[in-house]
């Protein structure tokens, strides 16, 4: 096995548009996140940031979601589009080992993309907020704790499922549409204040358990105002959704590329 | 060796590959013969484990090739020169190849230096000629050092010079006793490469015999290999230039 995760690692790192799309994405939530903080900083001029707020906001989190998304599903869609799949199952006939090998060079890859990307972030955000005391108090605050890694791991969350719903598709546009969809958009329009089970799928997707995970954090600060009268999600159901998702993904990839003729 | 029974293989209603049974022995470059849409990379791509056959089964080996955990010491293949991803450079694409087989990373300079591709190794593959990508396939193919090759239609987009190489290559590993098998529709490329010939009509199997065996059907004793294989193949054209005959 580390055989082909080295193989899966060269091929990875030969690809400028891989790592072009890394940058890319560091640099959305970047973007997202400092804009948030000057944005902030105009409003009440020598705030503190606010964890919940400056540094991890809704629109970083839709950026993950769609260009890791993408990320994931072109590791395989880049393959069956050019022809490579073929050279790739000539040479390694067992083909669940393969995309196992993927799964975990792109779980990595992207884990250490989001771990970067968010202490960056993390580091521009408090400078530009003024902040220049190293804040012990917030990095062993647990619920900064639980922001932070819930957010670094969304990377590979929406990696994995991109990467399966490349196996499933294989067709390069159909499955960017599906990694948006499924991804970005389900979370927006899958919303109702009068059906408690759409309010229970909403809080089924990445993007709800995301908030949740980091709401409950902005909760602590300052309650909202609960308007629909439903359940909130909880700190365990959340953390059951980013387990659920990748994992179903990459079950789904790995039996789905047996039986198919490439 | 190569050991195809019964070999079914249809996509919808086209029957790609019908009830085919033919060996393909060590120590010959065997051609694989037949016109356009005979079957003939549907049948690698079943010997390949690529597509699951419908019915029949193939070995190499003995053993069918699906079930290696990994194949490069078993078969080199090209199948497609196009199978490849322009973004990387020649040298990415065989190391990620050797690296996924336990193969020692020295294997990628030596068969780069083998297809004569070693000044362009850094060099994305995008933008390689046809010509250079054969090479960089057969490259891939030798890689495992394996004792069975199969390749389809190699010779295209090859200049004089190259096939000239291509077909000592095939000599030599035959020499060495692997099994060659080699597809074309050409049987005047052939007729230089191979010692031995399958040829298949409409997915069904024509001839499996020596080149010698093949040369003496011809009606006329002075008829060539190409007229015997026309000969042969008449009733079995799918696309003909020009409409029915
Ligand atoms: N993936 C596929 N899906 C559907 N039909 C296919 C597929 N591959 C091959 N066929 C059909 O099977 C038949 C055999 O095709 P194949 O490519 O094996 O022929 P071939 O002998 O290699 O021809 P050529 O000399 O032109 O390369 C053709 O009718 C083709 O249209
Ligand atoms: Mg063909």
Request: overall charge positive.
């Amino acid at each position: 096995m580390t055989d082909l995760l080295r193989a899966e690692w060269v091929k990875i790192r030969s690809l400028r548009s891989f790592v072009a799309g890394l940058v890319l994405g560091a640099l959305g939530v970047l973007y997202c996140n400092v804009n948030a903080v000057l944005a902030d900083g105009r409003v009440a001029r020598g705030a503190r940031v606010r964890v919940g707020g400056g540094v991890f906001t809704n629109n970083a989190h839709i950026v993950v979601l769609y260009i890791f998304g993408c990320i994931g599903a072109m590791v395989v869609v880049s393959e069956y589009s050019s022809g490579l799949i073929r050279s790739t199952f000539a040479a390694v006939p067992a083909r669940t080992e393969v995309i196992a090998a993927k799964s975990i060079v792109v779980t990595a890859v992207t884990a250490i993309a989001g771990l970067v990307t968010y202490v960056l972030s993390f580091v521009v955000t408090m400078i530009l907020a003024g902040q220049h005391r190293f804040p012990s108090a917030l990095l062993s605050n647990p619920d900064f704790q639980r922001a932070m890694a819930s957010s670094v791991l969304l990377f590979p969350l929406s990696a994995l499922v991109g990467l399966s719903i490349g196996v499933l598709i294989r067709h390069t546009a159909t499955t960017i549409v599906t990694v948006s969809v499924l991804l970005v958009l389900l979370p927006t329009f899958v919303t109702s204040e009068k059906h408690a089970w759409v309010n229970d799928l909403h809080n089924a997707t990445p993007f709800a358990a995301w908030q949740g995970l980091t709401l409950i954090h902005r909760v602590y600060l300052s309650p909202p105002p609960d308007i629909t009268g439903f359940a909130n999600p909880t700190v365990g159901g959340c953390w059951l959704v980013y387990l659920l998702w990748p994992l179903l993904a990459v079950v789904v990839a790995l039996l789905a590329i047996r039986w198919r003729d490439v | 060796m190569i050991e195809a029974q019964e070999l079914t293989k249809h996509y919808g209603r086209t029957t790609a590959v019908d009830r085919l049974t033919f060996t393909v022995r060590p120590g010959h470059v065997t051609g694989f013969l037949g016109p356009n849409g005979s079957g003939k990379s549907t049948t690698l791509r079943l010997i390949l484990g690529l597509h699951a056959p419908d019915g029949g089964r193939v070995t190499v080996g003995g053993q069918v090739f699906r079930t290696h955990r990994r194949g490069l010491r078993h078969v080199g293949a090209l199948l497609d020169a196009t199978d490849v991803h322009g973004g990387r450079t020649a040298r990415d694409h065989l190391a990620a190849l050797a690296w996924s087989n336990g193969l020692p990373r020295g294997r990628v300079p030596e068969v780069l230096g083998e297809v004569g591709l070693d000044n362009v190794a850094r060099r994305r593959i995008g933008g390689f000629s046809l010509g250079m990508k054969q090479r960089l396939g057969i490259a891939a193919a030798l890689l495992g050092d394996p004792p069975v090759l199969v390749f389809d239609e190699p010779f295209n987009g090859l200049d004089v010079a190259g096939i000239a190489w291509v077909r000592g290559l095939f000599r030599r590993l035959a020499g060495e006793g692997r099994t060659v098998f080699v597809s074309s529709h050409l049987m005047s490329e052939m007729a230089q490469s191979a010692d031995r010939l399958v040829v298949i009509g409409r997915g069904t199997l024509l001839a499996d015999e020596s080149v010698e065996e093949f040369a003496a059907r011809g009606a006329a004793p002075s008829a060539s290999l190409e007229d015997v294989f026309m000969e042969l193949t008449a009733d079995r054209l799918d696309y003909l230039a020009g409409g029915t005959p």
